[in-house]
Nanobody, 123 residues
């Protein structure tokens, strides 16, 4: 089983950058993926990005494509989310998640979730 812990959240001005980290304890499924989701108060959870753990293929939500970048570090058992050109609408709690097989934008693909880290963007 995998346990995920997110870090790196904080308060950033519009146009700024922030990098989130998600460190996994235990082995990540080689055929699976790591993903990032976010949820603002009163709103539905939204897919942000995903990366295949073995092949490194990435997928991005429409709202962040071109601004955010997901990457992984095998040595540190960590996945990152580099967020650039941040906007107020990016304000949310960001969650890291692990999927056993495949990758994609559907929440049902993901088996393990982190506790979330708050990202706030001031206008």
């Amino acid at each position: 089983q995998v346990q995920l812990v997110e870090s790196g959240g904080g308060l950033v001005q519009t146009g700024g950058s922030l990098r989130l980290s998600c460190t996994a304890s235990g082995r990540i499924f080689s055929s699976g993926a790591m993903g990032w989701f976010r949820q603002a108060p009163g709103k539905a959870r939204e897919f942000v990005a995903a990366i295949g753990w073995s092949d490194g293929i990435t997928l991005y939500g429409d709202s962040v494509r071109g601004r955010f970048s997901i990457s992984r570090d095998y040595a540190k058992n960590t996945v990152y989310l580099q967020m650039n050109s941040l906007k107020p609408e990016d304000t949310a709690v960001y969650y890291c998640a692990a999927a056993r097989g495949g990758w994609g934008s559907m929440e049902t693909l993901y088996d393990t979730w982190g506790q979330g880290t708050q990202v706030s963007i001031s206008s």
